[in-house]
């Protein structure tokens, strides 16, 4: 079975100084993303909008929409200096032998409730993973405040009670703790059991979760946060079934959700099984969108259906995995490493992934290069599979739309874009479809 742990066998050399590696490639990753993130708060200090916006958005929704992305690009450079402080600081100090022992304390406390067979390294993993897991859900709770309660509120966009925030962080850990526990166990036994020909066989059980998760998501974990309700009879539903019926997009079920709960933001999606699908509206998209720029957002989505493009992208994500599990395989009898870390005695894979996912974090930044660029190009193909559908007008409208209610931004630094952005933004999907303005779409000066 393919692996590269004999290739790399130098790796494992007590000279090699794994913790100023990985600090280098830390900072290095922090300084690209922050010299990214300057170039585009360059442009977000413009003060007209692109050329091809001009005609449709006031200027006073564009200064909004700049003030916006400046307040959330500040936020985020305090948000990415806090996480670089704290994980620098996890290195400097030896925190994770430290964390790994007390998961051990806990795990012995916890023996005289867990089942028989839970017990050894595995089951120490995931009272590590999931106790740092709380605890860094715990230390962020002021930034998370911050960008509900203070920045979104500020825009008005949050719609969130502190009661309900504070749910929502519980519900996630919780969530996380019953679904994670098993899949983590899994993907660690797999490893443990298969030795180093595990690459194939953790990537066909991460596929299979991929496919679980996509199905389970929609029906079983989201409505335990927002609530589904079936779309009314009327001519809206209608117009959707029978976009699907001329499409031959294999239409089950139509929900509304309450997004607005939690956020003005408007959104759309469709999940489901190839041979069942359902479409999910935001009632916040309904309140904003007409009923013909509504199916034509759905046009686009079903357009990523027609076009193979979820396939392509868990093609490309099954790529990402085997090669990030082959180049693991180097590292995960690595004993240098372990014992930079202060791990002597013991070699969990938990921890080794953990530290060679730090020091894989040049090849991840490439993979995203990549990955944003199949995305785009699929965001491009399904905006022409609905101007081929004839939604062309409709769909350029329903997208001013939500660029102004969200205050999206309206420009970007081509860098920028390239590294964070998964889809192209307004001006330049507009211009693909040769969307011409015959009025203002966007929100009017109030």
Not at 96 to 102: A, R, T
Not at 133 to 147: A, D, E, N, W
Request: hydrophobic residues 45%.
């Amino acid at each position: 079975m393919f692996s590269l742990a004999n290739s790399f066998s130098f790796l494992d050399s007590a000279s090699i100084n794994w913790k100023s590696i990985i600090v280098g490639f830390t900072v290095g990753q922090f300084l690209f993303e922050n010299y990214l993130d300057y170039r585009q708060y360059q442009v977000l200090k413009r003060t007209t909008p692109p050329d091809t916006l001009k005609a449709e958005v006031s200027q006073e929704t564009f200064d909004k929409s700049q003030d916006y992305s400046r307040a959330k690009a500040k936020f985020g450079f305090l948000s990415d200096s806090i996480n670089l402080f704290q994980n620098l600081a996890i290195i400097k100090y030896d925190l994770l032998p430290k964390f790994w022992n007390i998961a051990g304390t806990l795990m012995a406390k916890s023996s005289f409730i867990l089942p028989k067979f839970m017990g050894g390294i595995i089951t120490q993993s995931l009272f590590f993973l999931f106790s740092t897991q709380i605890i860094s859900t715990i230390v962020s709770l002021p930034l998370s405040y911050y960008s509900n309660f203070v920045l979104e509120e500020k825009y008005g966009f949050n719609k969130l009670t502190v009661g309900l925030w504070l749910t929502d962080k519980v519900k996630g850990i919780a969530l996380g703790i019953a679904l994670g526990s098993p899949v983590v166990a899994a993907f660690l036994k797999i490893i443990d059991y298969f030795g180093d020909s595990f690459i194939l066989y953790t990537c066909g059980f991460l596929f299979v979760v991929q496919l679980v998760g996509m199905t389970i998501f929609p029906t079983l974990i989201q409505p335990l946060f927002n609530k589904f309700t079936t779309l009314d009879e009327g001519e809206l539903k209608t117009a959707i079934e029978n976009l699907a019926c001329e499409q031959k997009f294999p239409l089950t079920k139509l929900y509304v959700i309450d997004g607005s709960k939690r956020s003005s933001h408007s959104n759309a999606y469709f999940t489901g099984l190839p041979w069942s699908k359902q479409i999910v509206l935001y009632d916040t998209l309904i309140k904003h969108s007409t009923k013909e720029e509504t199916v034509a957002v759905l046009a686009h989505e079903i357009g990523h259906w027609k076009l193979s493009h979820l396939p392509q992208m868990l093609v490309f994500s099954q790529a990402h995995l085997f090669l990030s599990f082959s180049m693991f395989s180097a590292f995960i009898h690595n004993n240098s490493l372990y014992s930079s870390f202060g791990f002597t005695s013991v070699q969990p894979i938990m921890i080794g992934f953990m530290l060679f996912n730090d020091i894989f974090q040049p090849v991840e930044c490439v993979a995203q290069f990549g990955m944003n660029l199949l995305s785009r190009k699929n965001e491009y193909e399904a905006d022409a599979y609905a101007k081929k559908c004839g939604y062309s007008d409709d769909l350029a409208k329903a997208l001013i739309k939500l660029l102004s209610e969200n205050l999206s931004t309206m420009d970007a630094d081509w860098l920028y874009s390239s590294y964070h952005h998964s889809h192209p933004i307004l001006s330049e999907r507009l211009r693909a479809i040769n969307y011409v303005s015959k009025e203002k779409v966007g929100k009017k000066d109030e």
